[in-house]
């Protein structure tokens, strides 16, 4: 049997009947835990400006869903989502109703932030990346997140490198925990009785 999707006409004049049920929006508002009482006529005015609130939104989106290429009659969640962003009044619903965007887009940006994380989007970074040094990787210059400097086989590094070949560490924002483990390692096995530089 199909659903019936004739539209319920907004009333004329004042029945003094809510279209939505009354006992299941005084619950609603017992759930609130800042209201102790709510009297009949006050839940009364509630039921009859969220009919009127429902409603307004709902005609919002049909006029979205009209001035679309080929107008539909049904209104869909993206017609309330274009209504929402397109008006002024609606703006409090934004997080309620958001635009929706594909898988893609988010994988992307997704991505996009990562890169940003970790570091690849800083100004310096693509220098760093084409100026490695003899050995062929790519070295870090400024210190770490707490501030000290780096060591390099117990003497500090400087910043112009002065000939010193520095060892590699991995920031504390670095994405995986296991290549700073082994960075440490390294530098420890190299460094013998030197103390190892933690970062974080």
Known sequence: MPYNTTAIPPRKEVTGQTQLPLTRVKKIIAQDPDIQICSNNAAFVITLATEMFVQYLAEQAQEKTKLERKPRRNIQYKDLANAVAHQDNLEFLEDVVPKTTSYKDVKGKAAAARTRVKGGDKPGASAAAGGAGAGGVAEQ???MPNGKKHKANGTHSS????GIQRSRILSSD??????????????????GDGDVDMTG
């Open 174 to 191: 670095s994405g995986d925990p296991n290549a700073q483990l082994e960075a440490e390692a390294e530098l420890a096995r190299r460094g």
């Open 141 to 143: 210059t400024e210190g």
């Open 159 to 162: 910043p112009n490198g002065g």
